[in-house]
């Protein structure tokens, strides 16, 4: 059972928890945006780039490369470098607009939940078979 929530399910398959913890690990990354530095202009420079925030905080440095040859590795290109410095940004940015999106749905589903227990008082009514159709939806959203 899932202790950070109500959803009485496996906190491993509860998606609120997965969002809560997604949440907590990009509230402790530093902070951003970061970007990326390429060394000095240097023509005798073995510096390699690195990812820095906008006050300039360290969070990548991939070293020297006559330091650490052969182990320094490879820097990734321009693309990988440009996805990770946007992560900081991009992963907090859908993790709000998931759990609003997640709300939503919650109080689209309170809505249905109450237009059923609304029908159920009219099942009488000639439009009997759309109503119980509109109910068996409506339960089937606590599933």
Not at 8 to 22: F, S, T, V, Y
Not at 24 to 30: F, M, Q, V
Not at 122 to 136: F, Q, R, W
């Amino acid at each position: 059972m899932c202790s950070a929530c109500t959803c009485h399910i496996d906190a491993e398959a509860c998606n609120w928890c997965k969002l809560e913890g997604i949440n907590e690990r990009a509230n402790k990354a530093t902070i951003g945006p970061w970007k990326w530095k390429e060394p000095d202009d240097n023509s005798c420079s073995t510096e390699m780039p690195m990812i820095l925030n906008d006050s300039g905080e360290l969070i990548l440095n991939f070293g020297d490369s006559e330091q650490y040859y052969p182990t320094e590795g490879v820097p990734p290109d321009e693309k990988d470098a440009q996805f990770i410095i946007q992560a900081r940004e991009d992963i907090p940015f859908l993790l709000d607009y998931i759990k609003k999106q997640q709300q939503e749905i919650e109080q689209f589903k309170t809505v249905v939940k109450s237009l059923s227990f609304a029908l159920e008082a009219y099942s009488g009514m000639p439009a009997e078979k759309a109503m119980n159709e509109l109910i068996d939806i409506a339960k089937s959203l606590d599933n």
